[in-house]
């Protein structure tokens, strides 16, 4: 299993997240993503049929924002 959260200090704002995995990113009004299955608090298993959207969207975050663990996130943490 996968899990993901955004690290919102690092985030840009960009966008490409969200537009590359709109299943799993959203962004908020200021335009900074957030992982939209469990509110990017990183502890929502990544369905499997998301994985490889999830891989390419890490791929493709300019500021390596979007963290990646097989196990879920620590509470207000980006530590797996
Ligand atoms: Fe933020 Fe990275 Fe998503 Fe761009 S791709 S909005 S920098 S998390």
């Known amino acids: 299993a996968k899990y ?6 690092t985030c ?3 966008g490409a997240c969200s537009e590359t ?8 009004d200021s335009g900074f993503s957030f ?3 469990d509110d990017n608090q990183g502890t929502a298993e990544i369905p499997d049929d998301l994985e490889y959207d999830l891989e390419d969207a890490c ?16 509470k207000d943490s980006v530590e797996a």
Not at 21 to 28: K, L
Not at 59 to 74: H, L, N, Q, R, W
Request: negative net charge; hydrophobic residues 35%.
């Open 59 to 74: 791929d493709g975050c300019p500021t390596e924002s979007i963290k990646v663990a097989d196990t879920p996130f620590k």
């Open 21 to 28: 995995a709109p299943d799993i990113f959203d962004h908020n």
């Open 35 to 37: 992982v939209k299955l």
């Open 4 to 9: 993901s959260i955004v690290d919102q200090d």
């Open 12 to 14: 840009i704002a960009c």
